[in-house]
């Protein structure tokens, strides 16, 4: 059992590119969350999909950010027009449904210069 | 809605010495109560979880974590730590109504001296 994988673990993106962050569940973990840790505001709930289906995107923000899940093996967290703001640690986590423990990932560190 | 509160943002303990890290809670309903540890530059690694039964409960490394529900608390507890104990350590509740998602608290970092 490899684990969560989230790919890249850093990225470095100049202010207004796009950022694209991947994550690859356990094998066999029917929901994916999304969250987001920063010093600030702590961890954060973004996004959650349920075999495959989106769920729950109350935490995303509403603009420039979207989620998708186009297999049960990966899904993505896209940034469009980075903003300084956005720099954080992304965390991928993953579960069995109706399981509440959720395994993390081992996080992707986006900075905006 | 539910939250977690961490009042110690940092805890400093000898080696050796017992540790109890605070967390309380706020939610009306049946909460599913858990701990996590983050060591540096890795994701959040489970170390124990409460969904029923025996208030207290036990986890990885020797850790054990009590619910109290008077008090809407499930204080971390263990009785002698060690240098590689040291790093944040989460609370963080779920609540069957809004699916699995986890509401944390800010974390309080470990620090233990040797």
């Known amino acids: 059992n490899a684990g969560v994988i989230q790919t890249p673990r850093h990225k470095v993106t100049g202010k207004g590119q796009e950022a694209t962050l991947w994550c690859e569940p356990i094998?066999?973990?029917?929901?994916v969350f999304w969250y987001r840790q920063t010093i600030v505001q702590g961890l954060e709930f973004l996004t959650y999909?349920?075999?495959?289906?989106?769920?729950?995107d109350s935490g995303m923000p509403k603009e420039r950010f979207s989620a998708q899940m186009p297999n049960q093996s990966h899904s993505t967290l896209k940034i469009q027009s980075t903003q300084p703001q956005d720099s954080a640690v992304y965390l991928c986590?993953?579960?069995?449904?109706?399981?509440?423990?959720?395994?993390f990932g081992p996080g992707t560190r986006l900075t905006v210069l | 809605a539910q939250s977690v509160t961490q009042p110690d943002a940092r805890v400093t303990v000898s080696e050796g010495a017992s540790l109890q890290l605070r967390c309380k809670y706020s939610y009306s309903g049946t909460p599913y109560l858990f701990w996590y540890v983050q060591y540096p530059r890795q994701g959040l690694q489970l170390l124990l979880k409460y969904y029923s039964g025996d208030p207290v409960v036990q986890g990885v490394n020797g850790f054990e974590a009590e619910f109290i529900k008077s008090n809407s608390s499930f204080h971390l507890r263990k009785a002698s730590v060690h240098w590689s104990d040291s790093a944040v350590y989460f609370c963080a509740v779920s609540a069957m109504t809004n699916y699995n998602v986890l509401y944390f608290g800010s974390g309080t970092k470990l620090t233990v001296e040797p």
């Open positions: 986590a993953s579960s069995l449904w109706g399981v509440y423990e959720q395994y």
């Open positions: 094998s066999g973990h029917s929901a």
């Open positions: 999909f349920r075999n495959q289906a989106p769920i729950d």
